[in-house]
Nanobody
Framework: QVQLVESGGGLVQPGGSLRLSCAAS????????MGWYRQAPGKQRELVAR???????NYADSVKGRFTISRDNAKNTVYLQMNSLKPEDTAVYYC???????????????WGQGTQVTVSS
C-alpha cells in the first residue's frame, strides 16, 4: 500500500503565500508523475499543476506565474508554492501520484486526503 500525506493548507489573506507538501510512503518502487488538484464547493476537481519524474511541468492557466510545483525524488515528496493567492484559489487541494508498487511492479493512481486552502480577508 501507498499513502500520500499532505500538509501546509490554511487561511491566508489575498496576495499572500502558502506552501503545500505531499509525502508518499509505503510499497514504492518508483513514482512517475505527481500533481496537485483542487476542488471548490459546487465545482469539479481540476488539475492545478503536474510534474513528471524528469521534472517536466504543466499548470492550469489560472495559476501560471503564481504557483510553482517541485519535487524531491529522494524524499518522494512534491511541493506546491502558491504566491499571490486570490479568493478564487479557495478549495480543497489534493495530492496525486502515479506509483509503481514493489509488490507487482504495476502502476496505480493514489490520492491524498486533501488539505483546505482558504483565501479571505
Amino acid at each position: 500500500q501507498v499513502q500520500l500525506v499532505e500538509s501546509g493548507g490554511g487561511l491566508v489573506q489575498p496576495g499572500g503565500s502558502l506552501r503545500l507538501s505531499c509525502a508518499a510512503s509505503g510499497s514504492i518502487f518508483s513514482i512517475n508523475a505527481m500533481g496537485w488538484y483542487r476542488q471548490a464547493p459546487g465545482k469539479q476537481r481540476e488539475l492545478v499543476a503536474r510534474i513528471t519524474s524528469g521534472g517536466s511541468t504543466n499548470y492550469a492557466d489560472s495559476v501560471k506565474g503564481r504557483f510553482t510545483i517541485s519535487r524531491d525524488n529522494a524524499k518522494n515528496t512534491v511541493y506546491l508554492q502558491m504566491n499571490s493567492l486570490k479568493p478564487e484559489d479557495t478549495a480543497v487541494y489534493y495530492c496525486n501520484a502515479l506509483v509503481v508498487v514493489t509488490t507487482t511492479l504495476r502502476q496505480y493512481d493514489y490520492w491524498g486526503q486533501g488539505t483546505q486552502v482558504t483565501v479571505s480577508s
